[in-house]
Nanobody
């Protein structure tokens, strides 16, 4: 099974910014919808942001709307998540995955290709 690779996480102070990247050296996913999810310790994996194939549409969880921006670069075969005004509650392991199921874009069960994730830690 093909897996995506996440990178760009780190430790940042509250109010800071980070840019996450999601890519694959195994297949070109420019036509596939991609989403970012995150999972904090003791909590379920939750939807963060979605971008459709060829970047026609985007969608965000209410908790990140106005602070996070998802985008994609077809030539680099990469999807980005720009995160601004980070808060301690944004601390989580962030994953990207490719939507292969017919259901809702905010349901993790509709996705495959999960990577190992990249850790984002926001200190107060």
């Amino acid at each position: 099974q093909v897996h995506l690779v996440e990178s760009g996480g780190g430790l940042v102070q509250a109010g800071g910014s980070l840019n996450l990247s999601c890519t694959s050296t195994e297949f070109s996913f420019s036509a596939f919808p991609i989403s970012w999810f995150r999972q904090a310790p003791g909590k379920e994996r939750e939807f963060v942001a979605h971008i459709s194939g060829f970047a026609r549409t985007t969608a965000y969880a209410d908790s990140v709307k106005g602070r996070f921006t998802i985008s994609r670069d077809k030539m680099k075969n990469t999807v980005y998540l720009q995160m601004h005004t980070l808060a301690p509650e944004d601390t989580a392991l962030y994953y990207c995955a490719s939507k292969t199921g017919p259901g809702s874009y905010d349901s993790a069960t509709q996705y495959t290709g999960w990577g190992q994730g990249t850790q984002v830690t926001v200190s107060s």
